[in-house]
């Protein structure tokens, strides 16, 4: 009798080279992203060690963290930041790792280069050294962050031990209304489970919303499966994920291809596949959604007031550090800086979602508001279709790749005290800048704030 299978165990089982019992699996990586931050110390643990890249053709390198966004061609500023973006040229030209360098037209955050130049493809394990690595698993790939120890390990031997996760169904029922996108499904299953919530589980979304989901928002609502405590979020292939493959500079063709989508087309789910556990969310009754604490889990919907710290200390604490009384609305709240980019919010769709809303209109006087495509490629996009000239007359500030504000880099962050909404997917104390303060939301409520130059609803705007 065949046991019905998850996605998850499908990628998994194929992948395991040897498993003794009582110990972690030995997992075969086929794709190993790298850049400057978690990886220096990695290759210089086999330079000490005489060994080299095991697989160069399955290493991919980009430059992302610790750019500048506002003019790549001048010299970088941080002696930091620039020495590690140096010895990642070093790196990958003593070990022959591929390199999306600064001025190259396929450089920008790894998160958003490895779908776009088709490296990222269903039902592959993938693996970088960054912890929102979960992102690729919108594609059917089981995609992890690994620390720089396990990032030589990959380097050396194109495998690692890992331990064999926990199954669990997110279910998103029914269609969101309009103004509430995927930014908004993702942080409403945060709020609802918390920070902990997907501990020591990979999570499979499901259910009509995410079917209706572009390749883009999927990879947002994966993006930040990592904030809810899981190891890795996946969505099964479909003929959405086949769309986008299609003609990617890395992806399969001709016969290869017809292949390949064979294959991927056996990886969803089986019917009557076993979870261990299922959490369900109906998306129709959600509204936009937004942060106001110190953690994604700290999350409610735009309408409804900050929540009152009811004896939780860690309640109290972020309530303190936001300077936000228990009770208020949000909406209303002034901000100072808006930021839309990241590698949650830095895609195509996002930046239109962003500029629809602005067209016309100007972002208010005392907002910063800064725009940062995920990848080169974005960037050109965006100003072909005029994206970045509606961000412009509106009084935005439009960046060249890189993370920026996500991580508060080469003078991209905020000051003291300053309260900004950010697309990104952190917020806790200090990740936008010391004593940053930072609300989490979508690309159409960033926007709808830095027009109203505090906390909007985007649906006034729609």
Not at 101 to 114: E, K, P, R
Not at 274 to 281: E, G, K, L, N, S
Not at 431 to 437: I, L
């Given at each position: 009798?065949t046991t019905?299978?998850?996605l998850?165990d499908k990628?998994?089982?194929s992948?395991?080279?040897a498993?003794?019992?009582g ?8 794709l190993?992203?790298?850049?400057e931050?978690t ?10 060690r ?5 697989r160069?053709?399955?290493?991919m ?9 506002r003019n790549?061609a001048l010299?970088?500023i ?5 020495k ?14 591929p390199?999306a ?14 779908p776009?130049?088709?490296?990222t493809r269903?039902g592959?394990?993938?693996v970088?050294?960054?912890s ?7 594609f059917?790939?089981l995609a992890?962050?690994i620390g720089t120890t ?5 380097l050396?031997t194109?495998?690692?031990?890992q ?5 669990c ?6 269609l969101p ?6 930014k908004?499904l993702?942080?409403a299953?945060?709020?609802?489970i918390g ?12 259910g009509?919303a ?7 928002g999927?990879m947002?609502?994966c993006?930040?499966?990592?904030e809810?405590?899981a ?5 099964a ?7 986008y493959l299609?003609?990617?500079?890395s992806?399969?063709?001709g016969?290869?291809w017809?292949a390949?989508v064979s294959?991927w087309?056996?990886l969803?789910?089986?019917?009557g596949a ?8 109906d998306?129709?009754s959600l ?6 604490g110190t953690n994604?889990?700290m999350?409610v919907?735009i309408t ?8 939780g ?8 550090y ?5 009770g208020?609305p949000l909406?209303g709240?002034p901000?100072?800086v808006?930021?839309?980019g990241s590698?949650?919010?830095s895609r195509i769709s ?7 809303l602005?067209?016309?209109?100007k972002?208010?006087?005392g907002v ?7 990848s080169?490629?974005?960037r050109a996009?965006?100003e072909?279709e005029g994206?970045?000239e509606?961000?412009?007359?509106a009084?935005?500030d439009w ?5 920026s504000m996500c991580i ?8 003291n005290g300053q309260y900004?909404v950010?697309?990104s997917?952190?917020?806790f104390e200090g ?7 930072t609300f989490l939301?979508s ?5 709808a704030?830095a027009?109203?130059?505090a906390?909007?609803d ?5």
């Open positions: 009798m019905s299978r998850t998850y990628v998994w089982d992948h395991v080279v498993h003794d019992s110990a972690p699996a030995v997992l075969y990586i086929d190993h992203l790298v850049h931050v990886s220096p110390q990695a290759f210089q643990g086999l330079r000490d005489g060994i080299g890249v095991r160069p053709d399955r290493t390198a980009t430059m992302d963290h610790s750019i500048p966004t790549q010299p970088i941080d002696p930091i930041a620039a590690q973006v140096q010895q990642l040229r070093i790196n990958c030209g003593e070990f022959g790792v390199l360098d600064l001025g190259d037209d396929s450089q920008g955050i790894v998160h958003v280069i490895g776009e130049l088709g490296l269903p592959i394990t993938i970088c050294g960054d929102h690595t979960s992102t690729h698993g919108a059917g790939a992890f962050g396990e990032v030589e390990h990959v050396a194109q495998c690692l031990l331990d064999r996760s926990r199954t169904e997110v279910r998103f029922d029914g209304a309009r103004g509430v996108v995927a908004d993702i942080l299953l945060i709020a609802e920070i902990g919530g997907g501990t020591g589980s990979v999570f499979e979304y499901t009509e995410i079917r209706a989901l572009s390749m883009e999927r947002t609502v993006n930040m499966s990592i809810g405590g190891r890795a979020g996946m969505i292939p479909d003929e959405t994920t086949y769309e299609a003609g990617r500079p992806s399969p063709s016969a290869d017809d390949a294959r087309k056996q969803p789910s089986d019917d076993q979870y261990d556990r299922t959490v369900r969310v998306a129709a509204e936009p959604m937004i942060t106001w994604p889990g999350g919907p409804q007031p900050v929540p009152e710290p009811n004896g200390s860690g309640v109290r604490k972020a309530l303190d936001m300077q936000l009384e228990p208020k909406l709240q901000v100072d808006v930021f839309v590698c949650t919010n996002d930046l239109r979602q962003a500029a629809n602005l067209k016309g209109r972002v208010s006087s910063r508001m800064l725009v940062v495509p995920g080169e490629q974005i996009q965006a072909s994206l970045s509606v961000f412009r007359m009084g935005a960046r060249e790749a890189g993370c508060a880099m080469n003078g991209d962050q905020l000051d900004c950010s697309t997917n952190r917020n990740r936008q800048g010391k004593g940053g303060r939301a690309p159409l409520t960033a926007a704030t027009i109203e130059g906390v909007a985007p649906r006034r705007y729609l």
